[in-house]
């Protein structure tokens, strides 16, 4: 019978193929350098192949090398989760849990979300990681996070999701704009309006992009930003529109007054929240709790900042 690796020696070639560097995956690992380089060296001599090329100045994976990493990340995300599995059959949605949320939805759900669950699952505890869309799913596929909070429409690829909310798309602008006089704002409108908009990568702006279904932006997009923060300074300062999801009104419209907000006619357009998880994970009944307790939370949020068309601004707290 072949010996096989084990789980420890597998964690150091994971930690040294990310990081390539050996005094950082060692510290990754929380264990001293030369306990993971004798690590790396029983792995290689355990499978009579080099997996890493070293020198003074680097450290790579060979071909072989990267292919065995990539299987091993795998075993490492399958053996989690059995250990998950053996302990959540006995008390569910306990111990730690790897939350990815996307920048467009996590300042204005996780402030009240956190205490909710906090309060009903008092055992769970959770690790929440901010990026973009695509890096968490890069994330949730390499086993480093358990559970995503996106939106749709998006090509999530190949993941189980639960529908958790619909989020309006809604128009901000100055207060002294002319559109302000209207109860809805329509798409033809927008056409003739200076837009400014999220940069690209961020999934927000394929929402409203589509929202309106603007098939060529260029012709009247003035300004990209990094955050929904900026776009509605650049607004206040009358410099032109924006799109915004109606979850984020209530924070972003909170420390200025000379911003408004108009629903899209006529059909309202939406994005939908979801929560997303690898369909391998034998966790997906408790996801599904999870998403029962998030839906409910979110509910109370969204109610509370729905645009009121007969309302100039949000007053500001």
Not at 118 to 136: C, D, F, N, Q, S
Not at 138 to 160: F, H, N, S, T, W
Not at 239 to 245: A, D, F, H, Q, V
Request: aromatic share 4%; hydrophobic share 45%.
């Amino acid at each position: 019978m072949a010996i096989l690796p084990s789980l420890q020696q597998l964690r150091f070639l994971c930690a040294l193929a990310e990081q390539c560097h050996f005094g950082r995956a060692a510290e990754s690992c929380a264990v001293t350098q030369s306990t993971l380089s004798g690590g790396i060296k029983e792995l290689e001599a355990r499978l009579g192949i080099t997996l890493f090329e070293r020198s003074h100045r680097h450290v790579m994976l060979t071909p072989l090398g990267k292919e065995i990493a990539t299987r091993a990340q795998r075993l490492l995300v399958d053996a989690e989760e059995l250990v998950g599995l053996a302990r959540n059959a006995q008390e569910p949605l306990s111990g730690p849990l790897r939350f990815g949320v996307i920048p467009t939805v996590g300042p204005y759900v996780l402030p009240s979300l956190l205490p909710h669950l906090g309060t009903a699952l008092p055992k769970l505890k959770l690790y929440v990681r901010e990026a973009p869309t695509a890096v968490l799913l890069d994330k949730l596929a390499a086993g480093e996070l358990d559970i995503l909070l996106a939106a749709i429409p998006y090509q999530l690829g190949d993941v189980e999701t639960m529908e958790i909310a619909q989020d309006p798309i809604v128009v901000a602008m100055p207060r002294n704009h002319p559109l302000g006089r209207h109860k809805v704002v329509g798409r033809d409108d927008l056409a003739r309006e200076q837009l400014l908009l999220i940069e690209d990568g961020h999934c927000l702006r394929s929402h409203s992009l589509q929202a309106c279904r603007i098939v060529d932006p260029v012709r009247n997009e003035v300004f990209q930003a990094t955050s929904l923060r900026t776009l509605i300074q650049m607004v206040a300062a009358e410099l032109g529109i924006t799109l915004m999801p109606q979850i984020a009104v209530a924070s972003e419209l909170a420390s200025t007054r000379n911003v408004v907000i108009r629903p899209l006619s006529p059909d309202k357009p939406f994005r939908t929240l979801v929560l997303a998880w690898r369909p391998t994970s034998a966790r997906g009944a408790e996801f599904r709790m999870l998403g029962n307790l998030i839906r409910q939370c979110l509910a109370g949020t969204t109610r509370a900042c729905a645009p009121d068309p007969d309302t100039e601004a949000l007053p500001a707290r």
